[in-house]
């Protein structure tokens, strides 16, 4: 069965370093792959995603890119700050059902 | 519009409490979910409803009970839940086809606590 597997935390950084969390993926097709944050107390943000092998997703300087060669979809971001702390999920979707993998999640802590 | 509402944004229920969760959007999104999440844990799909008919249940036990009123609306009745059942409950729509293509957008979540 389909399956995600990312890094597991917490990660800890200072503010402005450069951050990557890993996430490798199974699945058979052609699969949607997610990056989800969610904050202290708050429900799950969508922050990027990529439908398709080589697309890359971006935003709020988050990046990831769909590499179905190496089955992964890991998130950058070159200088984090306080406010990114919070907690990471990589996601995917396969196609024709309705239920969303999710790993198990990532912790990052920003220090300033 | 890309809001999911929920509330009560809190719960506390005893074990021989009934109380309802209610979810709400106007995205047009034909597909609704209920997620259960524990600290520290992903997500764990509960119920899935496609153009308001129950398509998914992942075995959850009867004392969990969903509704989809109309394409806008999903309930979630609660009774005679246990402690273990304390947990952050999301919402969560999508579009429908094709699917798996597309984002799910998640509320905020209701956090109940039953004592």
């Known amino acids: 069965g389909n399956s995600v597997t990312q890094m597991e935390g917490p990660v800890t950084l200072s503010e402005e370093a450069f951050l990557t969390i890993n996430c490798t993926y199974t699945a058979t097709g052609y699969p949607s792959l997610f990056w989800y944050v969610q904050y202290p107390g708050e429900g799950l943000q969508l922050l990027l995603k990529?439908?398709?092998?080589?697309d890359k997703g971006s935003n709020k300087g988050f990046e990831a890119t769909y590499r179905k060669e190496t089955t992964s979809f890991h998130l950058e971001k070159g200088s984090v700050q306080v406010s990114d702390s919070a907690v990471y999920f990589c996601?995917?979707?396969?196609?024709?059902?309705?239920?969303?993998?999710f790993g198990a999640g990532t912790r990052l802590f920003v220090k300033a | 519009d890309t809001e999911v509402t929920q509330t009560p944004k809190h719960l506390v229920m005893g074990m021989t409490n009934k109380k309802s969760l209610k979810c709400e959007q106007h995205?047009?999104?034909?597909?609704m979910y209920w997620y259960k999440q524990k600290a520290k844990k992903p997500p764990e799909l509960m119920f899935v409803?496609?153009?308001?008919?129950?398509?998914i249940n992942e075995s959850v036990p009867s004392r969990f009970s969903p509704e989809c009123p109309n394409s806008s609306l999903l309930n979630l009745h609660l009774h005679a839940l246990q402690p273990e059942d304390s947990a952050l409950y999301l919402c969560a729509s999508s579009q429908e086809m094709p699917r798996g293509r597309y984002e799910q957008y998640f509320g905020p979540g209701t956090r109940l606590t039953v004592t």
């Open positions: 995205m047009g999104h034909r597909a």
């Open positions: 990529a439908t398709k092998a080589d």
């Open positions: 996601a995917l979707r396969g196609t024709g059902g309705f239920k969303t993998i």
């Open positions: 409803y496609s153009y308001e008919k129950l398509s």
